[in-house]
């Protein structure tokens, strides 16, 4: 049976109340960085939480569309444990894409919806200074290696200022993943992970994570077995069993350590679902899954 109107919006009011004046990190990435139909309704939902009080800040990934722009430049897009191997090539690609074209169309999507976006990325005001990970342990065919991963960073210090300054004047944050170390070099941050110290540094109320899946499924090839919960504490059972993999190991791992930094609840969520930010924060059953501390 259809929901009348006034009940839906009677759904949202105690949810509306409650994260008033809160602020909210949200992930964007997956295929809504290359569909306009999906990014639009994106940014529609998240204007809309600006106008109900709540304090969006937005990160953004662009995997996708920078895996189409190395292909199309004759690179092939290589991978360990979830992290985008990155060369002095690829740094340029990924800083041209994420900077250059996402971060100012997600900016310009905001304005013609009637917020005020502003472009950052990690170098802006020193918001995230970070060191280039070490090099990376695989197994590949039983044997060990240890794989150097290029200019990928991992965070060190998350400077909430900027963020501070904008986000009260009315201006909805569009960070980029682009980080620097203390000598200047621009590193590539998995764009879950910034979130998630992001989220952590400011203490949010909300880290929504937007992927391409309905959640953690216990096997990836049915929906039906979506977890619409999981603590901390599972965490790395749930990898150790195979169930958490690839990509979604970053995430869930972001996820977690934002969760134990004090940040309430982590949703990851499929981006893909129309309004898909208001079905999980403003109905009682939600789409995706939730992560919290056990005992929460």
Known sequence: MTLKRENILIEALPYIRDFHDSIMVIKVGGHAMIDPKIMDEIIQDIVLLRFVGIHPVIVHGGGPEINEKMQRMGKV??????????????????RMVLVGNINTRIVSLIGQHGGKGIGLSGKDGKLIIAKKKPAQRVVV????QHVDIGWVGETEIINIEIIDIVTKEG?????SPIAMDVKGNALNINADTVAGDIAAALHAKKLILMTDVPGLLRDIKDKSTRLSRVTV????????EGVI???????????????????????????????????????DSGIGTMVYKDGD
């Open 233 to 240: 504490e599972e965490m790395e059972i749930l990898i150790d």
């Open 245 to 283: 993999s690839g990509g979604m190991i970053p995430k869930m791992r972001g996820a977690a350590a934002a969760t134990i930094s004090g940040v309430e609840r982590v949703h990851i969520i499929d981006g893909s679902v129309s309004h898909s930010i208001l079905l999980e924060l403003f109905t």
């Open 141 to 144: 065919e039983g044997v060990e």
């Open 77 to 94: 897009p290589e991978f360990v444990g979830g992290l985008r191997i990155t060369d002095d090539d690829t740094l340029e690609i990924v």
């Open 171 to 175: 201006y909805i944050p569009v960070i």
